[in-house]
Each structure stands twice: as C-alpha cells, then as structure tokens.
C-alpha cells in the first residue's frame, strides 16, 4: 500500500463477516451486520503533547483490534475497502 496515515490515525481493513448464521440460514449482504473488529494496516507517527513532543501510538501494524460500530472513515484504496480512523476510536488489541 502506498498510503501513510498522519499523525495519531490508523488505517483498518474490517475483517469478514460470517455469511450464515449457525444454524445454516444465509445471510444476504445486506442484512449482514458490519463487523466491530479488523486488523490495522498501517499507522502515522503519532500525536504531539501540549509540549510538541511526539507521542507514539499504541497499536502497530498487524494488531487485531475491536473499535466502536460507527468508527472511521470508509475509504477504498488499491481496490480494497478500508477504515481510516484515530487512535482514541480503537477500543482495545485482541492477544
């Protein structure tokens, strides 16, 4: 990817969706709900304190993490569908 998010944003790709639910009924795509987890792709360098001191993120690239429902911007990029939000959206990194 040819894209670097600034400052303290990360870049998400959402991780898939199950299609049936477990007793085997299909879910169609639009009925399906949005997953709250996904892996980060990339990460800016970080925020600046009141003193102009960069301070670095806490996720890393790689990270599975959880974030809020309405978290981010979708963005579509090199084909691929995307989130772009910051740093304080992310709920925790899933060990």
Do not use: C, Y
Not at 1 to 12: A, E, G, N, Q, T
Not at 18 to 44: F, L, N, Q, R, Y
Not at 58 to 79: A, N, P, Q
Request: hydrophobic fraction near 35%; charged fraction near 35%; glycine fraction near 12%.
């Amino acid at each position: 990817m040819k894209f670097k998010p600034l400052h303290d944003r990360v870049v998400v790709e959402r991780a898939e969706s199950d299609s049936k639910t477990k007793g085997g009924i299909i879910i169609p795509d639009t009925a399906k709900e949005k997953p709250m987890e996904g892996k980060v792709i990339s990460v800016g360098p970080g925020a600046r304190d009141e003193n102009g001191k960069l301070q670095p993120l806490d996720v890393k690239k790689g990270d599975r993490i959880l974030f809020g429902k309405w978290s981010g911007t979708e963005v579509k990029i090199d084909g691929k569908d995307l989130l772009i939000m910051k740093e304080s959206d992310i709920m925790g990194i899933i060990e």
